[in-house]
């Protein structure tokens, strides 16, 4: 376990704390809406804002956090403050950081962390605004970072209000010393609600030169309607002779010179000076504040794309409509073959279909169940009592006709398929989680009846789903058998069409089902324990094919190795490439891995030393998939890459939409400036063909060029390549 840094501005640090009031470890009320925020947007178990002390931590506003180890050294938030942006931990059991973290192999069971610095005006690191759950997560994206980034920047506001109110009740300074310079709208009256000082920011927001307040009554700072509860405010505090168990609303309405409003953060403060008492207020504007709040309340329910409630918020509902407890039914909707749809039309196209289906399933439901976007193509809707099998299969078949309905999408007609699975509570489940899945199986049974197909859960498509688990076992059976095969899908020079490479991809000769893809056993291969030992044989598979074209035809190709993150962690992956490079007689260069970001998280020194000996050795490492996540450009700088791989999703849209075709000028000019070859993924047109090579990119590979075939076709391809070449 590495222990977190003391920095070297530590005790003026502690003495920034001492002056936020932070050093009596209360909770601080006005956070708690920050956490709450973060907790349901990112639907987290856990957040808190966390403060650094000494030689500990505490919570100044949490919401679900149990009994934690508070000690400064195990802290992961002691680590957060020693960065300048947001520490994201995908999974602590890998980090080598945190493996070994009592709060990781303990009872807490972290796995996931992410959290941004809390900072003072000055600079100084108070704690951390931070996000925790038990389950790890490798989708944290960018923008998820941004929005963490925004909460805290709201946390760190409320925390500079703390400061100005601890400081109000210590002894007052002369205002220029106190407040003169300071960006947040400070306000001195006397109690004849006169203003006596003010600074630039008040004068500002308010849209008065600094001159203009001097004397004039405080509350032309505010509109007509909010003056009678002001009035009474300071009226009780003169008679009491101070603010003291007074109620002070947090929020105002402000006016400014022009007679525009706006939204004031409003806190009030008051001392004594000869025996008069005397009053601050803070009047921040905090219109645009407010407005990112409802923005990032609805980020956390609502799905952005639709306006329909989000995964989220569809299971807190079906949460809350059980615990009463009260019958509902939900049916998981799926669109058939929406990405060949989005693939031939354009995501412009599949955004409208989306919005459209998601206007049907509103309009339907009404005001009476909720209808819901899960992500991608997949809907939900949840109808309150409603028990009646037949009536919940009538329900169904009306969304499914109703998405049926032909969609105009730019002057053309687009037919959409869906499939529905129907679930019923209490009869089916007597839990939220439990009627979701229930749902979900009789969806998938419905998608393998046919498209356009409802189903209603039984008991025994859990009975199926065992049997698809059993599938896994399956895989034990096709290593053992030599079940797998090597398809090869060329890779060639856009400008000549000669062969310059191929990429091995795996395929599985099931004995029943045929040739299968990898999207059907590669998600179970990769969290089982047979990842090792399949990469071993596709590695040597591939290594002896190459030998054998380079010897027959093709003598400078080159061998695209996808591998599997295991392979970094188990076994000398070094000592087994260049044991299989001698064994069939191929030079360092001959050789091409494919990495995904998946396999190359930061800070793993493992993957990082093994991929620097193998390219000191000259084998070419590729970046899969680039531009798909957010790690890619960091993974550049890091890593010891011959080769970007850009994606095909890109290549698919970049004709059509401007932001692909950015992507694809930026990855090409940022390959050139890390002196690095591309090779584009997906070509599939003469017309991409001759864009990508306008563009200067120089290699490509897809459908426009070769299918992934098998061993024997590719050597057929080979031998018309050569031809072709000779009688050029």
């Given at each position: 376990m590495k222990c977190p840094a003391i920095l070297p501005t530590e005790s003026e640090r502690l003495t920034a704390l001492s002056n936020h009031g932070l050093d009596n470890e209360s909770l601080i009320p006005n956070l708690d809406p920050v956490v709450q925020i973060a907790a349901r947007m990112f639907d987290m178990p856990v957040a808190a804002v966390n403060i650094i002390g000494n030689d500990h931590v505490f919570f100044v506003a949490h919401i679900g956090a149990g009994k934690f180890d508070m000690s400064r050294d195990v802290s992961f938030c002691a680590h957060t403050i020693n960065q300048s942006g947001v520490m994201v931990v995908p999974d602590a059991t890998l980090d080598e950081r945190f493996h070994d973290n009592p709060?990781?192999?303990?009872?807490?069971?972290?796995?996931?962390?992410?959290?941004?610095?809390?900072?003072s005006p000055e600079g100084l690191a108070l704690g951390a605004l931070c996000i925790v759950d038990n389950q790890p997560h490798t989708d944290f994206s960018a923008s998820d970072q941004l929005r963490l980034e925004e909460l805290a920047k709201m946390a760190s506001d409320r925390l500079e209000l703390r400061r100005i109110e601890v400081s109000g009740n210590k002894s007052r300074p002369n205002f220029e010393e106190y407040a003169g310079n300071s960006t947040t709208p400070v306000v001195w009256f006397d109690q004849t609600l006169c203003i006596t000082a003010w600074n630039n920011a008040a004068a500002q927001s308010h849209g008065y030169s600094l001159e203009e307040g001097i004397g004039k009554p405080v509350e032309q700072l505010m509109p007509e309607r909010s003056r009678p509860i002001f009035h009474e405010i300071i009226s009780q505090a003169i008679a009491a002779g101070s603010l003291d168990e007074l109620v002070i609303p947090t929020e105002i309405s402000g006016l400014r010179k022009d007679g525009s409003q706006f939204i004031l953060g409003f806190s009030l403060f008051s001392w004594k000076d000869a025996g008069r008492i005397k009053f601050e207020a803070v009047l921040k504007d905090i219109t645009e504040q407010r407005l990112e709040e409802i923005e990032l309340r609805q980020q956390a329910n609502i799905d952005p794309l639709t306006g329909l409630e989000n995964r989220a918020s569809f299971y807190r509902a079906i949460e809350s409509a059980m615990i009463t407890p009260s019958p509902i039914t939900v049916l998981m909707i799926d669109l058939d073959g929406f990405k060949d749809l989005n693939d031939t039309l354009g995501d412009a196209a599949g955004d409208s279909i989306i919005k459209e289906v998601s206007n049907r399933l509103l309009k339907m439901v009404d005001t009476v169940g909720i209808a819901a976007r899960l992500g991608g193509d997949e809907f939900a809707i949840m109808w309150p009592q409603m028990t009646n099998p037949g009536l919940a299969m009538?329900?169904?078949?009306?969304?499914?006709?109703?998405?049926?309905i032909p969609i105009v999408v730019d002057g053309q007609e687009v037919r959409v398929a869906a499939s529905c699975g129907i679930a019923i509570a209490p009869d089916q489940a007597q839990e939220a989680l439990e009627l979701i899945g229930n749902a979900d199986l009789a969806l998938f049974k419905a998608k393998s009846i046919g498209r356009g197909q409802v189903f209603l859960f039984v008991t025994a498509l859990r009975l199926e789903a065992v049997v698809r688990r059993l599938y896994a076992l399956e895989l034990h059976r096709a290593v053992d058998e030599g079940e797998f095969l090597l398809f090869y899908q060329p890779q060639v020079d856009l400008i000549t069409g000669e062969i310059t490479g191929a990429e091995a991809l795996l395929r599985w000769h099931h004995p029943e089902r045929g040739i299968l893809s990898p999207i059907a056993f590669l998600p179970a291969l990769e969290r089982g324990t047979l990842a090792v030992t399949v990469g071993s044989w596709v590695l040597d598979e591939a290594c002896a094919q190459a030998a054998y074209w380079r010897r027959n035809g093709c003598p400078n190709l080159r061998m695209g190795v996808n591998l599997f993150g295991a392979q970094f962690h188990v076994g000398n992956l070094v000592t087994e490439v260049i044991a299989a490079l001698k064994r069939h007689g191929l030079p360092p260069e001959a050789l091409e891995l494919e990495i995904t970001e998946n396999i190359a998280p930061d800070n793993d020194d493992v993957v990082l030393n093994c991929l620097h000996q193998l390219h000191d050795y000259g084998v070419g490492i590729a970046l899969d998939d680039f531009g798909t996540g957010y790690a890619s450009l960091s993974l550049l700088k890091t890593y010891p890459l011959t080769r970007i791989k850009i994606d095909q999703s890109f290549v698919h849209g970049m004709l059509e939409h401007e932001q692909d075709a950015s992507v694809i000028r930026a990855t090409l000019d940022i390959a050139r400036s890390f002196k690095l070859e591309t090779?584009?993924?997906?070509?599939?047109?003469?017309h991409q063909r001759s864009y990508l090579l306008e563009k200067e990119c120089m290699e490509g590979q897809g459908y426009l060029f070769g299918k992934p075939i098998p061993a024997a076709q590719f050597s057929a391809l080979i031998e018309s390549n050569k031809l072709l070449k000779e009688t050029a």
């Open positions: 709060l990781v192999v303990g009872d807490i069971n972290l796995r996931f962390y992410a959290g941004v610095p809390l900072r009538q329900l169904a078949e009306a969304a499914v006709a109703t998405i049926a090779i584009a993924e997906g070509i599939e047109t003469e």
